[in-house]
Protein backbone atom coordinates (compact mmCIF):
# COMPACT_ATOMS: atom_id res chain seq x y z
CA UNK A 1 0.00 0.00 0.00
CA UNK A 2 1.59 3.34 -0.79
CA UNK A 3 1.29 5.92 1.70
CA UNK A 4 -0.02 9.70 0.48
CA UNK A 5 2.13 12.56 2.22
CA UNK A 6 -1.42 14.55 4.20
CA UNK A 7 -1.47 18.57 3.78
CA UNK A 8 -2.73 20.17 7.00
CA UNK A 9 -5.71 22.55 5.55
CA UNK A 10 -3.29 25.93 5.53
CA UNK A 11 -2.42 26.55 2.15
CA UNK A 12 -4.41 29.28 0.34
CA UNK A 13 -4.63 30.38 -3.15
CA UNK A 14 -4.12 33.59 -4.81
CA UNK A 15 -5.91 34.43 -8.24
CA UNK A 16 -5.18 38.00 -10.24
CA UNK A 17 -8.12 38.18 -12.43
CA UNK A 18 -7.03 40.57 -14.99
CA UNK A 19 -8.73 41.57 -18.80
CA UNK A 20 -6.43 39.78 -20.32
CA UNK A 21 -4.70 36.77 -17.97
CA UNK A 22 -5.80 35.15 -15.08
CA UNK A 23 -3.10 34.16 -12.60
CA UNK A 24 -3.22 31.49 -9.75
CA UNK A 25 -0.61 30.67 -7.40
CA UNK A 26 -0.66 28.63 -4.49
CA UNK A 27 0.49 29.98 -1.45
CA UNK A 28 2.26 28.05 1.88
CA UNK A 29 1.33 29.78 5.53
CA UNK A 30 4.77 31.71 5.45
CA UNK A 31 3.42 33.57 2.14
CA UNK A 32 6.16 31.19 0.01
CA UNK A 33 4.94 30.44 -3.70
CA UNK A 34 4.30 26.72 -3.87
CA UNK A 35 3.08 27.20 -7.75
CA UNK A 36 1.78 29.10 -10.41
CA UNK A 37 -0.09 28.84 -13.67
CA UNK A 38 -1.47 30.93 -15.88
CA UNK A 39 -4.50 31.64 -18.81
CA UNK A 40 -5.66 34.01 -20.84
CA UNK A 41 -9.30 35.38 -19.45
CA UNK A 42 -11.10 35.76 -22.90
CA UNK A 43 -13.58 37.67 -21.48
CA UNK A 44 -15.42 37.50 -24.55
CA UNK A 45 -16.73 34.58 -23.49
CA UNK A 46 -18.74 35.99 -20.02
CA UNK A 47 -18.63 35.34 -16.60
CA UNK A 48 -19.83 31.65 -16.13
CA UNK A 49 -16.96 31.02 -19.03
CA UNK A 50 -14.30 33.11 -17.00
CA UNK A 51 -15.47 31.36 -13.75
CA UNK A 52 -14.68 28.14 -15.04
CA UNK A 53 -11.38 29.40 -16.96
CA UNK A 54 -10.44 30.58 -13.09
CA UNK A 55 -11.36 27.30 -11.74
CA UNK A 56 -9.25 24.97 -14.28
CA UNK A 57 -6.52 27.50 -13.49
CA UNK A 58 -6.39 27.17 -9.90
CA UNK A 59 -7.01 23.34 -10.57
CA UNK A 60 -4.05 23.62 -12.57
CA UNK A 61 -1.76 25.30 -9.96
CA UNK A 62 -2.61 22.74 -7.12
CA UNK A 63 -1.63 19.68 -9.64
CA UNK A 64 1.96 21.41 -10.06
CA UNK A 65 2.36 22.11 -6.61
CA UNK A 66 1.05 18.47 -6.27
CA UNK A 67 -1.06 19.25 -3.13
CA UNK A 68 -4.24 17.71 -2.89
CA UNK A 69 -7.64 20.00 -3.00
CA UNK A 70 -8.36 19.25 0.75
CA UNK A 71 -5.18 21.49 1.79
CA UNK A 72 -6.35 24.56 0.46
CA UNK A 73 -8.60 26.95 3.06
CA UNK A 74 -9.38 29.36 1.00
CA UNK A 75 -9.06 30.86 -2.35
CA UNK A 76 -9.13 34.86 -2.74
CA UNK A 77 -9.32 36.41 -6.20
CA UNK A 78 -8.14 39.88 -7.00
CA UNK A 79 -10.99 41.65 -9.34
CA UNK A 80 -10.40 44.85 -11.41
CA UNK A 81 -13.11 46.60 -10.45
CA UNK A 82 -15.55 47.39 -7.41
CA UNK A 83 -16.32 44.89 -5.08
CA UNK A 84 -18.43 44.08 -2.41
CA UNK A 85 -16.50 41.44 -0.43
CA UNK A 86 -19.11 40.81 2.40
CA UNK A 87 -21.71 39.41 -0.40
CA UNK A 88 -18.84 38.21 -2.59
CA UNK A 89 -20.18 40.10 -5.56
CA UNK A 90 -18.30 41.99 -8.49
CA UNK A 91 -20.05 45.00 -8.79
CA UNK A 92 -18.63 46.46 -11.51
CA UNK A 93 -15.69 45.72 -13.78
CA UNK A 94 -15.48 47.53 -17.24
CA UNK A 95 -12.56 45.37 -18.57
CA UNK A 96 -14.41 42.66 -17.91
CA UNK A 97 -17.90 43.78 -19.03
CA UNK A 98 -19.26 42.66 -15.37
CA UNK A 99 -22.29 43.74 -14.02
CA UNK A 100 -23.38 42.97 -10.32
CA UNK A 101 -22.25 39.18 -10.63
CA UNK A 102 -21.84 36.92 -7.93
CA UNK A 103 -18.21 35.53 -8.30
CA UNK A 104 -17.62 34.22 -5.10
CA UNK A 105 -20.86 32.21 -4.63
CA UNK A 106 -20.53 30.70 -8.50
CA UNK A 107 -16.77 29.91 -8.07
CA UNK A 108 -16.99 28.12 -4.48
CA UNK A 109 -19.88 26.07 -6.08
CA UNK A 110 -17.20 25.18 -8.63
CA UNK A 111 -14.36 24.66 -6.49
CA UNK A 112 -15.57 23.67 -3.21
CA UNK A 113 -12.93 26.19 -1.13
CA UNK A 114 -14.37 29.20 0.31
CA UNK A 115 -13.73 32.31 -1.93
CA UNK A 116 -12.87 35.73 -0.93
CA UNK A 117 -12.95 38.84 -3.19
CA UNK A 118 -11.04 41.95 -3.29
CA UNK A 119 -10.97 44.83 -5.30
CA UNK A 120 -6.99 44.33 -7.59
CA UNK A 121 -5.74 47.55 -6.45
CA UNK A 122 -6.62 47.59 -2.67
CA UNK A 123 -5.21 43.93 -2.69
CA UNK A 124 -1.61 45.05 -4.24
CA UNK A 125 -1.52 47.75 -1.51
CA UNK A 126 -2.10 44.87 1.24
CA UNK A 127 0.74 42.93 -0.91
CA UNK A 128 3.32 45.87 -0.95
CA UNK A 129 2.58 46.52 2.87
CA UNK A 130 2.64 42.74 3.69
CA UNK A 131 5.93 41.57 1.29
CA UNK A 132 7.16 44.61 -0.77
CA UNK A 133 8.61 47.71 -0.38
CA UNK A 134 6.11 48.90 2.20
CA UNK A 135 6.72 45.92 4.52
CA UNK A 136 8.57 47.89 7.45
CA UNK A 137 6.85 51.24 6.65
CA UNK A 138 3.59 52.10 8.39
CA UNK A 139 2.40 55.38 5.60
CA UNK A 140 2.89 55.17 2.35
CA UNK A 141 0.67 55.31 -1.02
CA UNK A 142 1.05 53.15 -3.59
CA UNK A 143 0.72 54.18 -7.21
CA UNK A 144 -0.17 50.63 -9.90
CA UNK A 145 0.84 52.11 -13.28
CA UNK A 146 -1.07 50.47 -16.49
CA UNK A 147 -4.04 50.02 -18.53
CA UNK A 148 -5.29 52.96 -15.63
CA UNK A 149 -3.70 54.01 -12.80
CA UNK A 150 -4.96 52.70 -9.56
CA UNK A 151 -3.96 53.97 -5.98
CA UNK A 152 -3.47 52.69 -2.56
CA UNK A 153 -3.52 54.20 0.88
CA UNK A 154 -1.43 52.11 3.86
CA UNK A 155 -2.11 54.78 7.19
CA UNK A 156 -1.26 53.61 10.13
CA UNK A 157 0.41 50.35 9.05
CA UNK A 158 -3.33 49.55 7.50
CA UNK A 159 -4.82 50.14 3.88
CA UNK A 160 -6.89 52.54 4.38
CA UNK A 161 -10.36 51.99 2.72
CA UNK A 162 -12.37 54.67 4.04
CA UNK A 163 -16.37 54.73 4.98
CA UNK A 164 -17.14 54.33 1.41
CA UNK A 165 -14.19 51.63 1.21
CA UNK A 166 -13.09 53.19 -2.19
CA UNK A 167 -10.28 55.41 -1.00
CA UNK A 168 -7.16 55.36 -3.83
CA UNK A 169 -8.55 56.33 -6.88
CA UNK A 170 -5.80 58.66 -7.77
CA UNK A 171 -6.17 58.24 -11.74
CA UNK A 172 -9.01 60.37 -11.67
CA UNK A 173 -7.26 62.99 -9.46
CA UNK A 174 -7.23 66.42 -12.17
CA UNK A 175 -3.85 67.44 -12.88
CA UNK A 176 -4.86 69.15 -16.20
CA UNK A 177 -7.89 70.88 -15.52
CA UNK A 178 -7.84 73.02 -18.18
CA UNK A 179 -8.02 71.62 -21.98
CA UNK A 180 -6.84 68.20 -20.52
CA UNK A 181 -7.17 64.83 -22.75
CA UNK A 182 -10.60 63.23 -22.65
CA UNK A 183 -10.19 60.59 -19.45
CA UNK A 184 -12.72 57.03 -19.95
CA UNK A 185 -14.44 58.37 -16.80
CA UNK A 186 -15.85 61.66 -19.09
CA UNK A 187 -13.98 64.18 -17.19
CA UNK A 188 -10.76 65.70 -18.33
CA UNK A 189 -7.06 65.81 -17.46
CA UNK A 190 -7.17 62.75 -15.20
CA UNK A 191 -3.43 61.76 -14.08
CA UNK A 192 -4.67 58.70 -15.63
CA UNK A 193 -5.65 60.41 -19.11
CA UNK A 194 -2.21 61.80 -19.18
CA UNK A 195 -0.05 58.97 -17.43
CA UNK A 196 -1.27 55.81 -17.99
CA UNK A 197 -0.08 52.92 -20.31
CA UNK A 198 -3.33 53.79 -22.30
CA UNK A 199 -2.48 57.29 -22.57
CA UNK A 200 1.13 56.59 -23.63
CA UNK A 201 -0.44 54.47 -26.41
CA UNK A 202 -2.35 57.25 -27.60
CA UNK A 203 0.31 59.51 -28.17
CA UNK A 204 2.36 56.93 -29.88
CA UNK A 205 -0.42 56.17 -31.81
CA UNK A 206 -1.32 60.06 -32.93
CA UNK A 207 1.76 60.33 -33.57
CA UNK A 208 2.64 57.37 -35.76
CA UNK A 209 -1.14 58.50 -37.41
CA UNK A 210 0.55 61.67 -38.13
CA UNK A 211 3.26 60.09 -40.00
CA UNK A 212 6.00 60.11 -36.72
CA UNK A 213 8.35 56.92 -37.05
CA UNK A 214 8.65 54.57 -34.90
CA UNK A 215 10.06 50.78 -34.30
CA UNK A 216 6.32 50.19 -32.67
CA UNK A 217 4.84 49.82 -35.87
CA UNK A 218 6.62 46.71 -36.69
CA UNK A 219 6.96 45.77 -33.03
CA UNK A 220 3.47 45.21 -32.84
CA UNK A 221 2.53 44.12 -36.77
CA UNK A 222 0.72 47.01 -37.41
CA UNK A 223 -1.88 46.26 -34.72
CA UNK A 224 -2.40 49.37 -32.22
CA UNK A 225 -4.26 46.46 -29.86
CA UNK A 226 -1.01 44.79 -29.49
CA UNK A 227 0.53 47.48 -27.49
CA UNK A 228 1.41 47.18 -24.29
CA UNK A 229 3.96 47.43 -21.96
CA UNK A 230 6.55 45.09 -23.02
CA UNK A 231 6.52 46.32 -26.86
CA UNK A 232 7.03 50.07 -24.97
CA UNK A 233 9.77 48.58 -23.34
CA UNK A 234 11.49 46.99 -25.92
CA UNK A 235 10.79 50.61 -27.90
CA UNK A 236 12.20 51.94 -25.43
CA UNK A 237 15.36 50.40 -24.79
CA UNK A 238 16.12 50.70 -28.70
CA UNK A 239 15.76 53.80 -28.80
CA UNK A 240 12.72 55.03 -30.14
CA UNK A 241 12.51 58.63 -29.84
CA UNK A 242 8.60 58.90 -30.49
CA UNK A 243 8.16 56.41 -27.36
CA UNK A 244 11.06 57.33 -25.41
CA UNK A 245 9.54 61.32 -25.54
CA UNK A 246 5.54 59.82 -24.45
CA UNK A 247 7.24 57.59 -21.55
CA UNK A 248 8.95 60.62 -20.58
CA UNK A 249 5.88 62.93 -20.35
CA UNK A 250 3.94 60.32 -19.01
CA UNK A 251 6.50 60.13 -16.18
CA UNK A 252 6.27 63.69 -15.62
CA UNK A 253 2.91 63.84 -15.09
CA UNK A 254 3.26 60.53 -12.68
CA UNK A 255 5.84 62.96 -10.55
CA UNK A 256 3.88 65.34 -10.13
CA UNK A 257 0.71 62.97 -9.24
CA UNK A 258 3.13 61.66 -6.39
CA UNK A 259 3.64 65.23 -5.37
CA UNK A 260 0.12 66.03 -4.91
CA UNK A 261 0.22 62.57 -3.03
CA UNK A 262 3.11 63.70 -0.78
CA UNK A 263 1.33 67.24 0.05
CA UNK A 264 -1.56 65.94 0.93
CA UNK A 265 -0.79 63.02 2.88
CA UNK A 266 2.81 63.44 3.78
CA UNK A 267 3.74 59.64 3.90
CA UNK A 268 7.23 58.02 4.04
CA UNK A 269 6.90 56.59 0.45
CA UNK A 270 5.51 56.69 -2.37
CA UNK A 271 5.49 53.23 -3.56
CA UNK A 272 5.14 52.18 -7.85
CA UNK A 273 3.88 49.17 -8.86
CA UNK A 274 1.89 47.92 -12.29
CA UNK A 275 2.39 46.74 -15.99
CA UNK A 276 4.40 49.96 -17.26
CA UNK A 277 6.47 50.03 -14.19
CA UNK A 278 7.16 46.53 -14.04
CA UNK A 279 8.35 46.87 -18.05
CA UNK A 280 9.98 50.40 -17.35
CA UNK A 281 10.72 50.99 -13.94
CA UNK A 282 14.29 51.27 -13.80
CA UNK A 283 14.49 53.70 -16.45
CA UNK A 284 10.80 55.74 -14.78
CA UNK A 285 11.77 56.01 -11.61
CA UNK A 286 14.31 58.68 -11.94
CA UNK A 287 12.55 60.33 -13.82
CA UNK A 288 9.08 60.54 -11.53
CA UNK A 289 11.50 61.42 -8.50
CA UNK A 290 12.76 64.46 -10.50
CA UNK A 291 9.50 65.57 -11.48
CA UNK A 292 8.06 64.81 -7.76
CA UNK A 293 10.86 66.51 -5.66
CA UNK A 294 10.28 69.53 -8.12
CA UNK A 295 6.67 69.78 -6.65
CA UNK A 296 6.85 68.73 -3.51
CA UNK A 297 6.21 71.60 -1.05
CA UNK A 298 6.60 70.90 2.54
CA UNK A 299 10.19 70.85 4.23
CA UNK A 300 10.08 67.24 5.87
CA UNK A 301 8.43 65.78 2.68
CA UNK A 302 11.64 66.20 1.39
CA UNK A 303 12.93 62.66 2.88
CA UNK A 304 9.67 60.63 1.58
CA UNK A 305 11.03 57.89 -0.43
CA UNK A 306 9.98 56.87 -4.39
CA UNK A 307 10.08 53.63 -4.69
CA UNK A 308 9.59 50.35 -6.52
CA UNK A 309 7.03 47.74 -5.13
CA UNK A 310 9.45 44.92 -5.87
CA UNK A 311 7.09 42.31 -6.12
CA UNK A 312 6.55 42.97 -10.02
CA UNK A 313 3.54 40.61 -11.35
CA UNK A 314 3.17 39.03 -8.27
CA UNK A 315 1.12 41.97 -6.54
CA UNK A 316 -1.91 40.83 -7.61
CA UNK A 317 -1.61 37.25 -6.72
CA UNK A 318 0.04 38.00 -3.10
CA UNK A 319 -2.63 39.92 -2.44
CA UNK A 320 -5.60 38.09 -3.18
CA UNK A 321 -4.06 35.64 -0.99
CA UNK A 322 -3.46 37.90 1.78
CA UNK A 323 -7.22 38.47 1.65
CA UNK A 324 -8.02 34.76 1.37
CA UNK A 325 -5.80 34.38 4.67
CA UNK A 326 -8.03 36.91 6.07
CA UNK A 327 -11.17 34.39 5.44
CA UNK A 328 -9.24 31.65 7.36
CA UNK A 329 -8.51 33.79 10.82
CA UNK A 330 -12.32 34.21 11.14
CA UNK B 1 -13.67 92.43 53.96
CA UNK B 2 -14.82 91.79 50.62
CA UNK B 3 -14.61 87.69 49.49
CA UNK B 4 -13.03 87.37 46.28
CA UNK B 5 -14.77 84.18 44.05
CA UNK B 6 -12.00 81.27 43.84
CA UNK B 7 -11.63 79.73 40.94
CA UNK B 8 -10.50 76.34 40.30
CA UNK B 9 -7.40 76.23 37.48
CA UNK B 10 -9.55 74.90 34.74
CA UNK B 11 -9.67 77.43 31.99
CA UNK B 12 -7.76 77.67 28.70
CA UNK B 13 -7.39 80.64 26.36
CA UNK B 14 -7.03 79.75 22.81
CA UNK B 15 -5.10 82.64 20.76
CA UNK B 16 -5.66 82.95 16.94
CA UNK B 17 -2.22 83.94 15.80
CA UNK B 18 -2.76 85.94 12.22
CA UNK B 19 -0.72 87.71 9.91
CA UNK B 20 -2.98 90.95 10.20
CA UNK B 21 -4.65 90.10 13.46
CA UNK B 22 -4.95 88.61 17.07
CA UNK B 23 -7.67 87.14 18.49
CA UNK B 24 -7.61 85.48 21.66
CA UNK B 25 -10.21 83.72 24.09
CA UNK B 26 -11.14 82.24 27.42
CA UNK B 27 -12.81 78.70 27.32
CA UNK B 28 -14.64 76.89 30.47
CA UNK B 29 -13.43 72.87 30.70
CA UNK B 30 -17.24 73.05 28.12
CA UNK B 31 -15.17 74.90 25.60
CA UNK B 32 -17.65 77.96 26.24
CA UNK B 33 -16.17 80.85 25.32
CA UNK B 34 -16.66 83.18 28.16
CA UNK B 35 -14.69 86.20 26.68
CA UNK B 36 -12.62 87.47 23.31
CA UNK B 37 -10.74 90.06 22.42
CA UNK B 38 -8.90 91.19 19.16
CA UNK B 39 -5.85 92.90 19.03
CA UNK B 40 -3.87 93.98 15.48
CA UNK B 41 -0.74 91.84 15.50
CA UNK B 42 1.60 94.59 13.75
CA UNK B 43 4.42 91.95 12.28
CA UNK B 44 6.40 94.98 11.41
CA UNK B 45 7.66 94.94 14.82
CA UNK B 46 9.19 92.10 14.94
CA UNK B 47 8.89 88.70 16.75
CA UNK B 48 9.31 90.09 20.96
CA UNK B 49 7.05 92.90 19.99
CA UNK B 50 4.58 90.61 18.64
CA UNK B 51 4.87 88.03 21.67
CA UNK B 52 4.18 91.48 23.66
CA UNK B 53 0.90 91.82 21.60
CA UNK B 54 -0.39 88.51 22.05
CA UNK B 55 0.41 88.59 25.99
CA UNK B 56 -1.49 91.73 26.17
CA UNK B 57 -4.33 90.45 23.71
CA UNK B 58 -4.47 87.56 26.81
CA UNK B 59 -4.65 89.76 29.65
CA UNK B 60 -7.69 91.68 28.17
CA UNK B 61 -9.24 88.44 27.48
CA UNK B 62 -8.87 87.72 31.04
CA UNK B 63 -10.22 90.77 32.44
CA UNK B 64 -13.37 90.98 30.18
CA UNK B 65 -14.00 87.44 31.57
CA UNK B 66 -13.23 88.86 35.01
CA UNK B 67 -11.12 85.87 35.95
CA UNK B 68 -7.79 85.79 37.59
CA UNK B 69 -4.68 84.52 36.29
CA UNK B 70 -4.81 81.96 38.26
CA UNK B 71 -7.26 80.21 36.81
CA UNK B 72 -5.78 79.31 33.77
CA UNK B 73 -4.37 76.10 33.34
CA UNK B 74 -2.87 76.75 29.81
CA UNK B 75 -2.34 79.24 26.66
CA UNK B 76 -2.67 77.54 23.43
CA UNK B 77 -1.68 79.38 19.91
CA UNK B 78 -2.55 79.03 16.71
CA UNK B 79 0.19 79.99 14.38
CA UNK B 80 0.22 80.52 10.68
CA UNK B 81 3.54 78.38 9.64
CA UNK B 82 5.49 75.35 10.46
CA UNK B 83 5.51 74.35 14.53
CA UNK B 84 7.78 72.03 16.16
CA UNK B 85 5.28 71.95 19.17
CA UNK B 86 7.65 69.27 21.33
CA UNK B 87 9.74 72.40 21.38
CA UNK B 88 7.61 75.12 20.94
CA UNK B 89 9.02 76.81 18.10
CA UNK B 90 8.31 78.17 15.12
CA UNK B 91 10.19 76.92 12.78
CA UNK B 92 8.64 79.07 9.96
CA UNK B 93 6.17 81.61 9.77
CA UNK B 94 5.89 83.44 5.95
CA UNK B 95 3.10 85.72 6.92
CA UNK B 96 4.58 87.15 10.22
CA UNK B 97 8.29 86.90 8.63
CA UNK B 98 9.65 84.47 11.41
CA UNK B 99 12.48 81.65 11.33
CA UNK B 100 13.40 79.25 14.06
CA UNK B 101 11.60 81.71 17.07
CA UNK B 102 11.22 79.94 20.86
CA UNK B 103 7.56 81.35 20.86
CA UNK B 104 6.28 78.90 23.77
CA UNK B 105 9.26 79.57 25.86
CA UNK B 106 8.89 83.88 25.30
CA UNK B 107 5.08 83.93 26.04
CA UNK B 108 5.51 81.63 28.88
CA UNK B 109 8.29 83.85 30.40
CA UNK B 110 6.17 86.77 30.28
CA UNK B 111 2.25 85.66 31.20
CA UNK B 112 3.92 82.61 33.51
CA UNK B 113 1.60 80.04 31.66
CA UNK B 114 2.25 77.00 30.53
CA UNK B 115 1.91 77.56 26.04
CA UNK B 116 1.24 74.97 23.63
CA UNK B 117 1.85 75.89 19.92
CA UNK B 118 -0.37 74.47 16.95
CA UNK B 119 -0.23 75.16 13.37
CA UNK B 120 -3.48 76.69 12.67
CA UNK B 121 -4.98 74.82 9.82
CA UNK B 122 -4.30 72.11 12.11
CA UNK B 123 -6.10 73.32 15.12
CA UNK B 124 -8.92 74.43 12.59
CA UNK B 125 -9.28 71.16 12.09
CA UNK B 126 -9.27 69.73 15.64
CA UNK B 127 -11.96 72.76 15.95
CA UNK B 128 -13.94 71.58 13.16
CA UNK B 129 -13.86 67.51 14.69
CA UNK B 130 -14.62 68.50 18.11
CA UNK B 131 -17.04 71.54 17.61
CA UNK B 132 -18.00 72.03 14.36
CA UNK B 133 -19.51 70.20 11.15
CA UNK B 134 -16.95 67.02 11.43
CA UNK B 135 -18.33 66.32 15.47
CA UNK B 136 -19.86 63.80 14.47
CA UNK B 137 -18.19 62.19 11.56
CA UNK B 138 -14.91 60.23 11.54
CA UNK B 139 -13.32 60.52 8.27
CA UNK B 140 -13.76 64.37 6.86
CA UNK B 141 -10.89 66.66 5.12
CA UNK B 142 -10.97 70.12 6.13
CA UNK B 143 -10.18 72.90 3.26
CA UNK B 144 -9.56 76.67 4.44
CA UNK B 145 -9.89 78.84 2.24
CA UNK B 146 -8.17 82.05 2.28
CA UNK B 147 -4.93 84.55 1.77
CA UNK B 148 -3.95 80.86 1.03
CA UNK B 149 -5.42 77.28 1.13
CA UNK B 150 -4.36 74.88 3.47
CA UNK B 151 -6.44 71.10 4.72
CA UNK B 152 -6.29 68.99 7.94
CA UNK B 153 -7.55 65.05 7.20
CA UNK B 154 -9.65 63.71 9.57
CA UNK B 155 -9.57 59.77 9.71
CA UNK B 156 -10.78 57.34 11.89
CA UNK B 157 -12.00 60.35 14.17
CA UNK B 158 -8.46 61.93 14.89
CA UNK B 159 -6.40 64.39 12.95
CA UNK B 160 -3.72 62.68 11.21
CA UNK B 161 -0.28 64.18 11.01
CA UNK B 162 1.22 61.92 9.35
CA UNK B 163 4.68 60.07 10.01
CA UNK B 164 6.44 63.94 8.95
CA UNK B 165 3.65 65.72 10.74
CA UNK B 166 2.64 67.66 7.78
CA UNK B 167 -0.11 66.19 6.38
CA UNK B 168 -2.88 68.38 4.48
CA UNK B 169 -0.66 70.48 2.05
CA UNK B 170 -3.89 70.69 -0.14
CA UNK B 171 -3.17 74.14 -1.44
CA UNK B 172 0.09 73.11 -2.92
CA UNK B 173 -2.26 69.97 -5.00
CA UNK B 174 -1.15 71.07 -8.61
CA UNK B 175 -4.76 71.39 -10.51
CA UNK B 176 -3.41 72.94 -13.96
CA UNK B 177 -0.20 71.49 -14.82
CA UNK B 178 -0.47 73.13 -18.10
CA UNK B 179 0.30 76.65 -18.31
CA UNK B 180 -1.36 77.73 -14.55
CA UNK B 181 -0.69 80.80 -12.72
CA UNK B 182 2.44 80.87 -10.76
CA UNK B 183 1.98 79.94 -7.03
CA UNK B 184 4.58 81.68 -4.05
CA UNK B 185 5.86 78.18 -4.03
CA UNK B 186 7.24 78.37 -6.77
CA UNK B 187 5.42 75.94 -8.73
CA UNK B 188 2.30 76.65 -11.37
CA UNK B 189 -0.75 75.68 -11.45
CA UNK B 190 -1.34 74.92 -7.46
CA UNK B 191 -4.95 75.35 -6.21
CA UNK B 192 -3.82 78.04 -3.97
CA UNK B 193 -2.63 79.51 -7.70
CA UNK B 194 -6.03 79.67 -8.31
CA UNK B 195 -8.77 79.19 -6.08
CA UNK B 196 -7.51 81.24 -2.72
CA UNK B 197 -8.70 84.73 -2.46
CA UNK B 198 -5.08 85.66 -2.80
CA UNK B 199 -5.59 84.79 -6.86
CA UNK B 200 -9.30 86.10 -6.60
CA UNK B 201 -8.04 89.51 -5.94
CA UNK B 202 -5.21 89.42 -8.87
CA UNK B 203 -7.49 88.45 -11.48
CA UNK B 204 -10.07 91.33 -10.65
CA UNK B 205 -6.68 93.53 -10.30
CA UNK B 206 -5.36 92.67 -13.39
CA UNK B 207 -9.02 93.27 -15.26
CA UNK B 208 -9.35 96.51 -13.31
CA UNK B 209 -5.44 97.30 -14.44
CA UNK B 210 -6.82 96.40 -18.28
CA UNK B 211 -9.69 98.99 -17.68
CA UNK B 212 -12.49 96.21 -16.36
CA UNK B 213 -15.10 98.28 -14.41
CA UNK B 214 -16.04 96.97 -10.42
CA UNK B 215 -16.91 98.66 -7.36
CA UNK B 216 -13.98 96.92 -5.88
CA UNK B 217 -11.82 100.51 -6.69
CA UNK B 218 -14.03 101.98 -4.59
CA UNK B 219 -14.20 99.89 -1.88
CA UNK B 220 -10.49 99.52 -1.53
CA UNK B 221 -10.07 103.36 -1.93
CA UNK B 222 -7.89 102.82 -4.96
CA UNK B 223 -5.57 100.47 -2.49
CA UNK B 224 -5.49 97.06 -4.10
CA UNK B 225 -3.42 95.66 -0.29
CA UNK B 226 -6.60 96.34 1.35
CA UNK B 227 -8.81 94.15 -0.84
CA UNK B 228 -9.92 91.29 1.79
CA UNK B 229 -12.88 88.75 1.73
CA UNK B 230 -15.31 91.63 2.91
CA UNK B 231 -14.68 93.61 0.38
CA UNK B 232 -15.13 90.88 -1.87
CA UNK B 233 -18.19 89.77 -0.37
CA UNK B 234 -19.42 93.33 -0.42
CA UNK B 235 -19.00 93.64 -4.12
CA UNK B 236 -20.13 90.21 -4.88
CA UNK B 237 -23.57 91.17 -3.00
CA UNK B 238 -23.98 94.46 -5.09
CA UNK B 239 -23.39 92.43 -8.08
CA UNK B 240 -20.15 93.43 -9.53
CA UNK B 241 -19.75 90.94 -12.60
CA UNK B 242 -15.39 91.34 -12.52
CA UNK B 243 -15.77 89.92 -8.51
CA UNK B 244 -18.22 87.11 -9.38
CA UNK B 245 -16.99 85.72 -12.60
CA UNK B 246 -13.31 85.37 -10.55
CA UNK B 247 -15.25 83.81 -7.46
CA UNK B 248 -16.87 81.12 -9.39
CA UNK B 249 -13.52 80.52 -11.13
CA UNK B 250 -12.34 79.90 -8.03
CA UNK B 251 -15.38 77.77 -6.97
CA UNK B 252 -14.80 75.89 -9.58
CA UNK B 253 -11.32 74.88 -8.82
CA UNK B 254 -12.14 74.58 -5.16
CA UNK B 255 -14.69 71.82 -6.05
CA UNK B 256 -11.71 70.48 -8.56
CA UNK B 257 -9.54 70.31 -5.72
CA UNK B 258 -12.48 69.10 -3.20
CA UNK B 259 -13.29 65.98 -5.80
CA UNK B 260 -9.45 65.23 -6.19
CA UNK B 261 -9.64 65.06 -2.59
CA UNK B 262 -12.48 62.68 -2.74
CA UNK B 263 -11.63 60.39 -5.01
CA UNK B 264 -7.77 59.98 -2.98
CA UNK B 265 -9.75 60.02 0.10
CA UNK B 266 -13.39 58.78 -0.17
CA UNK B 267 -13.90 60.60 2.91
CA UNK B 268 -17.89 61.13 4.56
CA UNK B 269 -17.61 64.78 4.14
CA UNK B 270 -15.13 67.60 2.80
CA UNK B 271 -15.35 70.82 4.97
CA UNK B 272 -15.05 74.30 4.20
CA UNK B 273 -13.78 77.12 6.21
CA UNK B 274 -11.35 80.06 6.39
CA UNK B 275 -11.95 83.52 5.46
CA UNK B 276 -13.70 83.46 2.32
CA UNK B 277 -15.87 80.72 3.07
CA UNK B 278 -16.76 82.97 6.45
CA UNK B 279 -17.60 85.66 3.62
CA UNK B 280 -19.20 84.34 1.07
CA UNK B 281 -19.70 80.63 2.37
CA UNK B 282 -23.32 80.55 0.90
CA UNK B 283 -22.71 82.05 -2.71
CA UNK B 284 -19.77 79.95 -2.90
CA UNK B 285 -21.09 76.22 -1.76
CA UNK B 286 -23.57 75.57 -4.28
CA UNK B 287 -20.74 76.16 -6.90
CA UNK B 288 -18.07 74.50 -5.40
CA UNK B 289 -20.48 71.08 -4.69
CA UNK B 290 -21.69 71.15 -8.12
CA UNK B 291 -18.10 71.30 -9.39
CA UNK B 292 -17.22 68.79 -7.55
CA UNK B 293 -19.86 66.51 -8.17
CA UNK B 294 -19.44 66.92 -11.80
CA UNK B 295 -15.40 65.47 -10.86
CA UNK B 296 -16.21 62.22 -8.48
CA UNK B 297 -15.85 59.31 -9.67
CA UNK B 298 -16.18 56.67 -7.34
CA UNK B 299 -20.18 55.87 -7.12
CA UNK B 300 -19.65 55.60 -3.23
CA UNK B 301 -18.40 58.43 -3.10
CA UNK B 302 -21.90 60.26 -4.18
CA UNK B 303 -22.82 59.94 -0.80
CA UNK B 304 -20.19 62.77 0.61
CA UNK B 305 -21.26 66.06 2.08
CA UNK B 306 -19.89 69.11 0.90
CA UNK B 307 -20.38 71.43 4.02
CA UNK B 308 -19.54 74.68 6.13
CA UNK B 309 -17.59 74.05 9.04
CA UNK B 310 -19.90 76.12 11.28
CA UNK B 311 -17.41 77.76 12.86
CA UNK B 312 -16.82 81.06 11.00
CA UNK B 313 -13.94 82.97 12.57
CA UNK B 314 -13.98 80.65 15.56
CA UNK B 315 -12.18 77.73 14.17
CA UNK B 316 -8.64 79.45 15.06
CA UNK B 317 -9.49 80.23 18.80
CA UNK B 318 -11.14 76.72 19.24
CA UNK B 319 -8.59 74.74 17.97
CA UNK B 320 -5.66 77.37 19.70
CA UNK B 321 -7.72 75.86 22.66
CA UNK B 322 -8.11 72.33 22.04
CA UNK B 323 -4.41 71.97 22.01
CA UNK B 324 -3.86 73.61 24.96
CA UNK B 325 -6.46 71.27 26.71
CA UNK B 326 -4.21 68.66 25.42
CA UNK B 327 -0.99 69.61 27.33
CA UNK B 328 -3.68 69.97 30.80
CA UNK B 329 -4.14 66.37 30.02
CA UNK B 330 -0.30 65.28 30.43
Redesign the interface.
Known sequence: MVRRKTFPRNLVVGVDLGGTKILSAVFDPQMRILAREKKSTKAQVGPEGVVSRIAECVQESLAVAAVPHSAIKAVGIGVPG?VDAAKGMV??APNLGWHNFPLAKKLTHKLAIPVTLVNDVQGGTMAVNMAGAGRKR??FVCMFIGTGIG?G?V?NGQL???????????G?????????PKCG?G?R?CLEA?ASRTAIVRRVVAEMESGGKSVVRDLCDGDAKRIRSRILAQAYREGDDLVREAVHEACH?IG?GA???I??????AVILGGGLIEALGPRMLPRIEKAAR??V?????D??RILDSGLGDDAGIIGAAIAAGCVGKK
Open positions: LRINDGLIYRAPGGMAGEIHMVVVASGGCNGVYLANLNILNPEAHISPTARV
